[in-house]
């Protein structure tokens, strides 16, 4: 499953602000395009594992500090929802 991850993860590292509000849609999830906007800017380059509990918290952390704890925790589901199996 190495390669699911890697692709999921390649995703989210750069993925747009437009994508993040499809897929937010898709999963029941608010999230603006102006807080998306943001979240996007913050995701691209980061090079992060969301499969990795500790480095998904701490992403969580900083989105929280960007865009609103409310956001984040809205990410963190669609997060969740990315990386089931």
Do not use: C, S, W
Request: aromatic fraction near 8%; glycine fraction near 2%.
């Amino acid at each position: 499953m190495k390669i699911y991850e890697n692709i999921i993860n390649h995703k989210v590292n750069t993925i747009t602000a437009d994508e993040l509000v499809k897929y937010a849609k898709q999963f029941n999830i608010a999230v603006t395009q102006q807080q998306a906007r943001k979240i996007a800017e913050y995701l691209r380059g980061k090079n992060v594992n969301i499969f990795d509990d500790k480095q998904r918290a701490q992403l969580v952390k900083q989105i929280a500090k960007a865009a609103g704890p409310e956001t984040a925790r809205e990410v963190n589901k669609l997060f969740i929802q990315f990386t089931k199996q």
